[in-house]
C-alpha cells in the first residue's frame, strides 16, 4: 500500500463520518426549558441551525441543534453536540479553539487531537474555504448563544 492509497482510504472513512452524521444528526431537535438559544445563518449556503443548551452552573448538562443546510454544516453541528455535552463551558471554549485552528489550517496535515473526536473528519474543508463558513455556522451560533446575543448571527467571514 502507498501512502496516497492511506490518504484516500483515510478521506473515504472521513465522508463517510460526515455522511452519517448529515443522514442521522445527534441531538437533533430542541430543549423547551434551554438556559441559553441562539439561531444562525450562512448566506453564502443558505444553511440555517438554531442551538440550544441547558447550562447548569458551569456544565453544559444538554445540547441540540435544528436546522436545515448542506451535509458539513448539518453534520459539523451534530459532531459538535455530541462532542461537547456534559462538558464544562471552558472545556467547550478549549474544542471551539482547536476546531478552529483545524479548520482554518490550510497545510493539509491533519494532526491527532482527542479532544475533537469525530470533528477531526472535518479537517479536509480546510482546503475550501467557501466551505469553512458552513463547518463554523454551528460554533457562531453556540457562541452567540453562550454570550446571549440577541437576533440571528449571519456569517460573513470566518470570523
Ligand atoms: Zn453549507
Known sequence: MTDSDTQSDLDELYQDIIIEHNQNPQNYGDIPNATHDAEGFNPFCGDNIKVYLLVNGDEITDIKFSGSGCAISQ????????????????????????????????????????ILGDLQSLAGVSAYPARIKCAVLGWHTLNSAIEKEKGTIVIDSYF
Not at 471554549?93 to 478552529?100: A, I, L, T
Request: hydrophobic residues 40%; without cysteine.
Open 75 to 114: 453534520a459539523s453541528a451534530s459532531m459538535m453536540t455530541d462532542q461537547l455535552k456534559n462538558m464544562s463551558l471552558e472545556e467547550a471554549k478549549e474544542v471551539f479553539q482547536e476546531f478552529h485552528a483545524m479548520i482554518t489550517n490550510d497545510t493539509g496535515v491533519i494532526e491527532e487531537s482527542p
